[in-house]
């Protein structure tokens, strides 16, 4: 009876030991997502360059997959990140352009594995995917999604528009030091590659020629930081790893130096390596045609989890099994240079061909022309008719494209793409009104003007306006017409104080673009400048009537009817103001201003109180309250409140809450002191 009460007792043990053990088995894997942001494939080690070491990359392809062959959709990083996430073709999930909210029809990579119990958390390296300003609702699905401060006061580029690639990884390991139960879903977006071109030390020495590889080393130094510390924590060799470039770097071919305007294999080949647990398939390399697309189903696919239906992406198990070998058919978009007042483009590449559709349509033969250097195009060619029609069935599979709206990016978001080096919609006419994108000029026509363009944006983030005017003046030799160059010279002069110069630029921009509300919201700035204060209302007038939601131009708007001397519709366009922005204290001090020059004294009153608790420092709120109190008879407190405001205008400390003011035109309302009214 012992033994067998023994037997028992160790066979209860066992048991319980070996479903243990199952249960351990039965936690999915980690999963890391690793994009490296402008990351051409010709560029990496492991690819066949020799210029480089990229000793992260080279280890993950020998421990995985190397797919020699994959290609985005988009050569726009929220774009192709949209892509990546949900599977999709930009027409399909509809982020054709910055700040578009991704509708939330469409599941994410991180909503899907969340309900697989994955603790999911994302890293960006820069606001271009923050999502609470240009990549909305990519945070969906994310239990943590390390967006950038909403407000900082730093100038530098460190911080408020970028972050170092081994600042991004450090805070996906915080992270998972506070968070280690399994599984984990965790995405790293290293943004360094992206230009301006600015790797630290050595890798600024060791490739002080070619400093766009210099940041492809450096973020893979990062990528080689974080594999590191999966393999201190003993969750490497189990985990489901993707390493994928979002889109690549034209770097002067085709004339193009960045990305955006063009779908050539320079901006649309990327690198993409896939190291599966336990080292499956470690070492192979994939040659067929993929894409980017085929990522989510994939993942998804080797999780046992269900696809969502109508994904445009397929697994790529079949090519890793040997049943699947023939390239896929890859689609590419990009309508970025619309906000040019250029011609969208289309691509295609199936069969060992590219098309592209353009004013002038282009047709490569990739195999024996990888430079897309020869363009074979003729409209009764077999190949390109039947390359078109795949383009059109394509389009009428998925609809009519989302278009973004004219409200969609705010003044600071717009500030914020263009020191990316992206023009925003108030640089440019919105897509929504452009005339039909086949009678637009062709890119292919225009790219040394957006070269100069993009050049002029990263010149004028970095302080050198004298840059900035060179490069905007060659681009208006190219292009007298051109608006964006208008618009930019217009700006660099209302912020140099030069009014008149400034009124010049911006009124040819406004008879260029008659429907642009940007050429006339910064017109009227530069009109007010120069002391117009009647055509400057005429002007912010007009652009609220083309773009009633913007916050900039009623705010301003509200000013000049101060100026002239009508508190009642002064109030009317603050009140406006504050429905878009009801925390704005600018806004809510004006709206006082306005009151105390309308007798409402006790409005005001209770307005400026709520105010001086945010801003106990400010001697305009003192000054107006003060104002607002003789005017209800209440002397002893007006006495006060100007005394309060004279002691912070004689003893003015680097603490004092100041109300922002960031342009010329704002600067000259303080200085006139004509808003005492």
């Known amino acids: 009876m012992k033994r067998a009460c023994a037997l028992v007792s160790l066979f209860v043990a066992v048991a319980s030991s070996w479903g243990q053990v199952n249960q351990r088995k039965k936690i999915p894997p980690d999963v890391f997502l690793v994009t490296i942001d402008t990351l051409r494939a010709d ?28 290609f985005t959709p988009s050569p726009i990083t929220n774009t192709s990140h949209a892509t990546i ?15 578009i909210p991704l509708a939330i029809t469409h599941a994410t990579w991180a909503e899907l594995l969340r309900k697989q119990g994955y603790r999911t958390a994302a890293f960006i390296g820069s606001t271009i995917l923050d999502s609470k300003t240009l990549a909305p609702g990519l945070d969906r699905g994310f239990d943590f999604y390390d967006n950038f401060p909403p407000h900082t006061r730093s100038k530098a580029r460190w911080g408020r528009l970028e972050r170092r690639a081994m600042v991004v990884v450090q805070h996906a390991e915080t992270w998972l030091n506070a968070h280690r139960a399994r599984p984990h879903f965790v995405w790293l977006h290293l943004y360094d590659p992206h230009d301006p071109y600015e790797p630290p030390p050595p890798y600024s020495r060791t490739y002080n020629d070619r400093l766009y590889d210099g940041e492809i080393a450096y973020a893979d130094s990062a990528l080689r930081h974080f594999l590191a510390y999966l393999k201190q924590r003993r969750w490497y060799d189990e985990a489901l790893i993707i390493a994928v470039g979002d889109h690549g770097e034209g770097l002067g071919q085709h004339h193009e130096n960045t990305h955006g305007i063009f779908l050539y294999d320079s901006t649309l080949h990327v690198p993409l390596i896939l190291k599966l647990p336990a080292h499956q398939h470690a070492g192979e390399n994939v040659a067929a045609q993929v894409r980017t697309t085929d990522l989510l189903s994939t993942v998804l696919d080797w999780l046992d989890i269900p696809a969502p239906a109508g994904l445009n992406g397929q697994s790529l198990r079949g090519y890793l099994v040997g049943n699947e070998g023939a390239d896929r058919t890859a689609f590419a978009e990009t309508d970025y240079p619309l906000r040019f007042g250029w011609a969208p483009l289309r691509s295609v590449r199936e069969g060992g061909f590219k098309f592209i559709e353009a004013p002038r349509p ?94 002029a944006m990263l010149a004028s983030e970095n302080g050198r306006s004298v840059d900035a005017r060179t490069a905007l003046t060659k681009a208006l030799e190219m292009d007298p017409d051109s608006a964006p160059a208008l618009l930019q010279l217009g700006q660099l002069e209302l912020n140099s104080g030069n009014g008149e110069t400034a009124a010049q630029y911006l009124r040819k921009a406004r008879e260029v673009r008659p429907d642009d509300a940007a050429a006339d919201f910064y017109y009227g700035k530069a009109l007010l400048l120069t002391g117009d204060v009647a055509s400057a209302r005429d002007a912010l007038e007009r652009s609220l009537k083309l773009q009633p ?90 006495e006060r409140a100007q005394r309060r405001a004279s002691d912070l205008k004689a003893r003015p400390t680097k603490s004092v809450t100041k109300i922002r003011k960031s342009d010329a035109t704002s600067k000259f309302f303080f200085e006139t002191g004509d808003h005492k009214l």
């Not at 999709?88 to 509809?94: I, K, Q, T, Y």
């Open 85 to 99: 996430m949900t599977g999709l073709l930009p027409s399909a999930h509809g982020v054709t352009d910055f700040a």
């Open 549 to 638: 939601g913007q916050f900039s131009t009623r705010l301003l708007l509200g000013q000049v009817f101060l100026k002239l001397r009508n508190p009642k519709a002064a109030e009317d366009q603050l009140q406006a103001a504050l429905l878009l922005e009801p925390k704005n204290a600018e806004a809510q001090l004006e709206l006082a201003r306005a009151m105390v020059a309308n007798g409402e004294f006790s409005d005001a009153e209770a307005q400026l109180r709520s105010l001086s608790k945010i801003q106990p420092r400010n001697p305009a709120v003192y000054g107006l309250l003060a104002r607002a109190y003789s005017g209800l008879g209440k002397k002893r407190d007006a």
């Open 43 to 70: 560029h990496v080690h492991c690819y066949g360059y020799s210029q480089i070491s990229t000793p992260a990359l080279d280890s993950l392809a020998s421990d995985g997959i190397l797919f020699d062959r994959a």
């Open 362 to 455: 282009e047709l490569y033969d990739v195999h024996s022309d990888p430079q897309e250097a020869h363009n074979q195009y003729a409209p009764w060619d077999p190949t390109v008719q039947k390359l078109r029609a795949s383009l059109a069935e394509l389009r009428a599979r998925l609809g009519p494209t989302q278009q973004p709206s004219a409200a969609a990016v705010g003044k600071d978001t717009t500030d914020e793409l263009r020191a990316l080096g992206y023009l925003g919609t108030a640089d440019a006419l919105s897509s929504t009104n452009v005339q039909e994108p086949s009678l637009l000029p062709d890119p292919k026509d225009k790219i040394e003007e957006q070269n100069l363009l993009h050049s």
